[in-house]
């Protein structure tokens, strides 16, 4: 009867210990796993997604921006030179001379 009580106390002791074992292991990996990934996947993802994103809008906001405000003047230059032109002058009539 002693042998059998010690037998059921080992395995007792022998079965709490591998399931706080595992759970513990199981824990721990599963928490560094989500920290690890947590702190350097997402801030990477998110720096570069909005650093591109940001210089990509800035870019084309500001070349649109440049071109348009910088063409205005010259084409409305151009716009006053070409019209005050005469580009089609009145030649004299050959006919009937």
């Excluded at 870019?59 to 006053?80: D, F, G």
């Amino acid at each position: 009867m002693h042998l059998l009580t010690y037998s059921l106390n080992s395995l007792t002791y022998l079965l709490t210990y591998s399931l706080m074992h595992l759970l513990a292991y199981l824990l721990t990996h599963s928490y560094t796993y989500l920290l690890t990934h947590s702190l350097t996947y997402l801030p990477t993802y998110l720096l570069t997604y909005l650093l591109t994103h940001s210089l990509i809008h800035l870019l084309t906001y500001s070349l649109t921006y440049l071109l348009i405000h910088s063409l205005t003047p010259w084409s409305r230059v151009l716009l006053e030179k070409l019209s005050s032109l005469r580009l089609v002058k009145k030649f004299p009539a050959f006919y009937g001379t």
